[in-house]
């Protein structure tokens, strides 16, 4: 089953065009959608999930018509929102149960024994009984993830899952989609880089709500060889950089600033070629510097 996303635009009542004719082939595994705040990643994630209607465009889930099919995408949807409700006063186990009854799951047996299943796979299974308003941010989110898995979807949607979580719980919940990547089409929006590049196969960066990239990390990143350079410079320069050079990030490192610039050839004195990784993708293509030309190479290698 492939996720197919044709020409679907979005432009809400205040004038913000929030999605642009954007389409993209979604295959089985874990698919990264990375863009900065606003680009239109959650509005995208909401029309697939059938929450609201695009203005234009065609949604295809296999066979199933995502517009017009609403109920039927719904019985193979999973989706884990921004931010999502629960019950604080709740124990875990009373709101799965709760929520597996919503879904259908009438037999107090079958849903027992799925509910189990659930917490022992996110690995809750010992704090199924506390109140999920002692849970921290990453059971939270693992809670969500146990919800949005009940009926064994094959399409999940997970939008801004590790936002505000510690590293270790967010390396956690990283192995945890890791694993549901092997059986459905895991959708992972993110603005966090590091999330994509560890976890997906295929990506698409996304801003303004227009698709600017679509190709799989290591051949985004392969196409890159050879044009990334950086300078450790002082603050007061990058202006000067900035006017003469494709600079495409700046950090800071050990009290300098560290330049990255996008150029075919050497930039010039004092710059020196660097690996190229996921992040000089991301902002080589916020940034512009990714051509018609040098994303069509990027897609021919992620088809490869």
């Known amino acids: 089953m492939r ?3 044709r020409n679907v635009s979005k432009k809400y009542a205040n004038g913000v065009q929030a999605l642009e004719n954007v389409s993209l082939d979604i295959p089985p595994g874990m698919y990264g959608l990375l863009g900065p705040n606003g680009a239109g990643k959650s509005t995208l994630m909401r029309t697939l999930a059938t929450l609201q209607e695009p203005d234009a465009g065609q949604l ?9 099919q609403k109920d039927a995408v719904r019985q193979t949807l999973g989706y884990l929102p921004q931010e999502f409700g629960v019950y604080p006063k709740a124990s875990a186990e009373e709101l799965l149960d709760y929520f597996a009854v919503l879904k259908g799951l009438t037999d107090r047996a079958q849903r027992r024994a799925t509910t189990e299943a659930l917490f022992r796979q996110t690995n809750l ?3 199924r009984q506390q109140k999920l308003g002692g849970y921290s941010g990453g059971m939270r989110q693992r809670f969500g993830v146990a919800v949005a898995l009940l009926g064994n979807p094959r399409l999940l949607i997970v939008d801004e899952p590790t936002a505000g979580l510690d590293p270790a719980e967010r390396v956690r919940f990283l192995n945890l989609l890791s694993e549901l990547g092997e059986n459905s089409i895991v959708i992972l929006s993110t603005h966090i880089v590091a999330d994509v590049a560890e976890l997906c196969t295929n990506m698409a960066i996304i801003n303004k709500g227009r698709i600017l990239l679509e190709a799989s990390p ?5 196409a890159l060889n050879g044009r990334i350079w950086r300078q450790l410079t002082d603050k007061h320069a ?5 006017q003469e050079h494709r600079v495409i990030s700046a950090k800071m490192l050990s009290g300098r600033t560290l330049v990255h610039v996008h150029s075919e050839e050497r930039p010039g004195p004092g710059f ?11 902002f080589s293509a916020l940034t512009g510097c990714l051509g018609p030309a040098q994303q069509q190479r990027k897609a021919e290698e992620a088809a490869q």
């Open 218 to 222: 290591l051949g985004a990143v392969a």
């Open 60 to 68: 295809l889930l296999g066979d199933i018509d995502v517009l017009n």
């Open 238 to 242: 990058l202006p000067a950089l900035e």
């Open 3 to 5: 996720l197919s996303i």
């Open 272 to 282: 020196e070629p660097v690996q190229p990784d996921l992040e000089d993708v991301y």
């Open 125 to 127: 299974w010992d704090k």
